[in-house]
């Protein structure tokens, strides 16, 4: 038995398919890799290969086909505050609602929805639309 350290990463035969239109699309077939602490990994690879369904299998928003993914040896199975996505659009969860939005990562950290030292909403109904990314006013606490 080895003692080499598990991985931060693992990709073991990762497969993703879609269907659409009653077609079959393989965006990730048979992928494999494995990543230790201290390495740095770039996904270079043409439109269309497979590079953000693999990252967002990883990322938890997205699962395999068949196949595993592994955070420090154990599966993902869903967004998790060990690791982080940049979007290439916008970073909106479309099923959250403004608020929701704005409140999930210190939620997802534990800490109260507001704090005197951050700005708060004052209006969430401010162009008559009450959950739109425009009905937001944001002012700084009073001193």
Same mark, same amino acid.
């Given at each position: 038995? #080895? %003692?080499?350290?598990?991985?931060?990463?693992?990709?073991?035969?990762?497969?993703?398919? +879609?269907?659409? %239109?009653? =077609?079959?699309? =393989?965006?990730?077939?048979?992928?494999?890799?494995?990543? %230790?602490?201290?390495? +740095?990994?770039? /996904?270079?690879?043409?439109?269309?290969?497979?590079?953000?369904?693999?990252?967002?299998? !990883?990322?938890?928003?997205? #699962? $395999?086909?068949?196949? @595993? $993914?592994?955070?420090?040896?154990?599966?993902?199975?869903?967004? $998790? &505050? =060990?690791?982080?996505? !940049? +979007?290439?659009?916008?970073?909106? +969860?479309?099923?959250?609602?403004?608020?929701? %939005?704005?409140?999930?990562?210190?939620?997802?950290?534990?800490? &109260?929805? /507001?704090? @005197?030292?951050?700005?708060?909403?004052? @209006? #969430?109904?401010?162009?008559?639309?009450? =959950?739109?990314?425009? #009905?937001?006013?944001?002012?700084?606490?009073?001193?």
């Amino acid at each position: 038995m #080895s %003692n080499a350290p598990t991985p931060i990463l693992e990709l073991k035969g990762l497969t993703k398919k +879609f269907e659409f %239109n009653g =077609d079959r699309i =393989d965006a990730l077939r048979e992928a494999h890799l494995s990543v %230790n602490k201290g390495e +740095f990994v770039c /996904l270079i690879g043409e439109s269309g290969c497979g590079k953000s369904t693999l990252l967002r299998i !990883v990322a938890g928003f997205e #699962s $395999a086909t068949r196949g @595993s $993914a592994l955070m420090w040896g154990k599966p993902i199975a869903g967004p $998790a &505050p =060990d690791r982080g996505m !940049v +979007f290439q659009d916008y970073g909106l +969860f479309p099923w959250l609602t403004v608020r929701g %939005n704005i409140a999930f990562g210190p939620t997802l950290r534990g800490r &109260p929805r /507001l704090s @005197s030292r951050r700005p708060s909403i004052i @209006s #969430s109904n401010w162009w008559g639309c009450s =959950d739109s990314p425009m #009905s937001i006013r944001i002012s700084s606490p009073a001193a």
